[in-house]
DNA sequence: CAAAAACAGGATAGTTTTATCCTGTTTAAA
DNA sequence: TTTAAACAGGATAAAACTATCCTGTTTTTG
């Protein structure tokens, strides 16, 4: 469904929020370690976070990332997607042609259409707070 | 959503189907043509699905691909999809989390299961020929 | 039987994605 | 002011995916 990158960055971005939540920042290595993602990677991920304006990056010691509480109840999860994947997901033909439209559809440009948009509108209506506060509350888990 | 090779599966089992609802075998030289997919490669992936029982290849001359009724009734998008790119995309968590699952879920777990199960309703419920007959009446176009 | 049409499949190449390494810069604290 | 913690970012490598090429085999037809 997503690149790994993408996935990487979500849990990373939760990860973050979490801890956040506590008032803490988190290195790129607590964040690699605590999602089970690769630290290098990770970190290249985290500065297009960071340039796009999802997560804040502090340098120097007691640095790391964090995320203001009003970024964590703005930002959707459709954001960071985008972010990283682009919007293929959300407005591509489910069979590649670029001539796909309403008024040529593909064979099955309607079904997708149905499932992609249930799709696109999770991911529009789910915020990164939502989400950290159910890793807060211990509902939810990410170390894979 | 889906990897170029299963996009190409699909749309070269909808061409073949669509020949054959007229009786006619059609050559990988002309499934790439009319699906503007690459020939060599869409030559790789006919095997598969040759292999996999969704077609039917005959050798030699006025040979070519062809699927029987029978089996565009029968053969449902998924069947293609799992072939080609495997079931993950059916099974896997969203954030790629091996250990997700209904008791440990992942911060999107539930909210995914929901977009996944009806993608995969959707799938399992689209056989080849209701798609190829779209394509027969002109209702939907392959041509990218 | 010879020739041509057509698929099968191994080898190889190109591109994108994933991943690592290393050097530089920033910053707090001793 | 030196040191150490931490991010930034360029260079590089490894793996996966996409794509091509070439030779072999099958089959029909003349």
Do not use: W
């Not at 042609?97 to 992609?116: D, E, M, Q, S, T």
Request: aromatic share 4%; proline share 2%; glycine share 12%.
């Amino acid at each position: 469904m997503f690149s790994k990158a993408c996935e990487y960055a979500i849990r990373a971005t939760l990860l973050i929020a979490t801890h956040s939540l506590e008032g803490n920042r988190v290195s790129v290595k607590d964040i690699a370690e605590d999602t089970g993602s690769p630290v290098a990677f990770t970190g290249k991920i985290l500065q297009q976070l960071t340039k796009g304006g999802v997560v804040r990056s502090v340098q120097g010691v007691h640095g790391g990332f964090e995320i203001g509480r009003r970024e964590m109840e703005a930002t959707r999860l459709s954001e960071i997607v985008s972010l990283i994947d682009g919007d293929h997901i959300f407005t591509g033909c489910g069979l590649g042609l670029r001539a796909c439209n309403a008024l040529k559809p593909c064979p099955v440009h309607g079904r997708f259409a149905a499932v992609r948009d249930e799709l696109k509108a999770m991911l529009e209506g789910t915020t990164v707070l939502e989400l950290a506060l159910g890793l807060k509350d211990g509902s939810t888990f990410l170390k894979r």
